[in-house]
């Protein structure tokens, strides 16, 4: 079953059949991987460097809370040697040399150490003891292996993975504790400065004050992980639509206590901002949509005006998957980008996810309750343009979810941040 979605001009000769062909029917009558019935939902976290690489998983929906769940990350090179010498770093998979793909089946994944422990038990018990030693020392308590479940509730290939891990904990022949963590598990190099900054957060917001977040546990170093507590509660996208008003009124209050509350000099936290700059994101953009290739270099310009308001400490991060309705209030989650900057990026950024959720509607009790919190709501103009600066940065987001009518929603983004822009412009 193909998608037919409109792809960019790239050098990667597997990347139209992959998308678009047979190519991994072929694969799947070779015995090498499993069957698709709806690419849509399947493929995963498409990445694309154009004329360099593209990077996507495929997981199978039946095995999603398998252990581990049945998957594949599939990477295409321009170049034949390139997919070689990836593939020789690799355990296991097969290399498609004719179209230059590189599958490797789930968890393997060289440049995360520590995700194929997640999915060996008596590794992971392992993992989990020195995680939790300073709240359950391993001389006391001790994990039971019948009662050890994950699952995995995100995978960035070569980047990052997150896993929820339910273990029961015994002390004795009657004490028992029942522990839901997160594991953070990072490439080489990232989970120290990970940890070090959610300490530091700690200083910042003292846990129980300000705002709800998870709690942090521990870090392995030598595993590239770091746990936190599970944060229950519901994500805005399962609840009611009856709910929503409620549960974004509740999300801007805590937003806004989190702004005014924090203390933004401590130690160990640095700048937040985007993973890339402007002009980096707008040259991705041209090459993926050279159709509109100048409206995107006119509001990259327009956007490096934007000068930022006061810095205090911020998520960084912040849309509707970031924030948990729960029954005392909104929970923030996944600080892994928080750090000092504007209060505007947030509230932006939060509104250009509504945005792209089709949700715009919503701004309003958002806006509401922050203001409720704070005292007043931020200054139009310059809310207008941190949304529409917020909206830029996801401006590939149709492309990467393998919408079939990406172009078209591409277009309609870039017509919304030119609205956006003019309206800063009239409202200042």
């Not at 090498?32 to 976290?45: G, H």
């Not at 003292?206 to 944060?231: I, K, M, S």
Request: proline share 7%.
């Amino acid at each position: 079953m193909s998608l037919r979605v409109p792809l960019p001009e790239t050098g990667l000769p597997g990347l139209a059949p992959l998308i678009n062909g047979s190519l991994w029917d072929r694969w799947h009558s070779e015995g090498r991987v499993f069957s698709l019935t709806d690419r849509r939902e399947l493929f995963r976290y498409v990445r694309l460097k154009p004329d360099t690489s593209c990077r996507l998983t495929v997981f199978d929906r039946d095995t999603q809370g398998g252990f581990p769940p049945r998957g594949f990350r599939v990477d295409l090179y321009a170049g034949r040697e390139r997919a070689l010498v990836a593939f020789a770093k690799e355990r296991g998979g097969f290399v498609d040399e004719e179209h230059l793909a590189v599958v490797t089946p789930f968890p393997n994944d060289p440049k995360i150490p520590g995700l194929r422990h997640c999915y060996r038990s008596y590794r992971l018990r392992r993992l989990l003891a020195d995680l939790l030693e300073e709240r359950f020392p391993r001389t006391s308590w001790r994990t039971r292996r019948s009662n050890l479940q994950t699952e995995l509730l995100a995978y960035k290939p070569g980047r990052r993975a997150v896993v929820r891990v339910e273990v029961e904990l015994v002390r004795g022949r009657a004490e028992r504790s029942q522990v839901s963590v997160v594991l953070k598990l990072t490439e080489a190099g990232r989970a120290e400065p990970l940890h070090e900054k959610l300490a530091a957060l700690d200083v910042a917001i003292p846990f129980g004050t300000v705002v709800r977040r998870p709690r942090l546990l521990g870090f392995a170093a030598d595993r590239q992980a770091v746990a936190l507590e599970y944060a229950p509660g519901t994500p805005l996208r399962r609840l009611p639509q009856s709910q929503w008003a409620g549960a974004l009124a509740q999300a801007g209050r805590a937003v806004a206590r989190l702004h005014a509350g924090a203390v933004a000099s401590a130690p160990g936290i640095g700048s937040a901002g985007d993973r890339r700059s402007l002009p980096e994101l707008a040259a991705d953009f041209r090459h993926l949509a050279p159709f509109a290739a100048k409206r995107i270099e006119e509001i990259r310009a327009a956007l490096e005006q934007l000068e930022p308001d006061h810095a205090g400490l911020i998520h960084g991060d912040l849309h509707a998957g970031q924030i948990l309705a729960h029954q005392d209030g909104a929970l923030l989650v996944d600080w892994d980008q928080a750090g000092r900057g504007p209060a505007l990026r947030d509230v932006g950024g939060f509104l250009a996810h509504l945005e792209i959720m089709g949700a715009r509607r919503y701004g309003g009790p958002f806006l509401r309750g922050y203001a409720d919190e704070s005292g007043a709501i931020p200054a139009e103009r310059e809310l207008q343009r941190w949304t529409a600066r917020m909206l830029f940065v996801r401006l590939g987001d149709p492309f990467r979810r393998l919408l079939p009518d990406w172009p078209e929603r591409t277009l309609a983004l870039l017509g919304r941040i030119e609205e956006l822009l003019r309206l800063g412009v009239a409202a200042g």
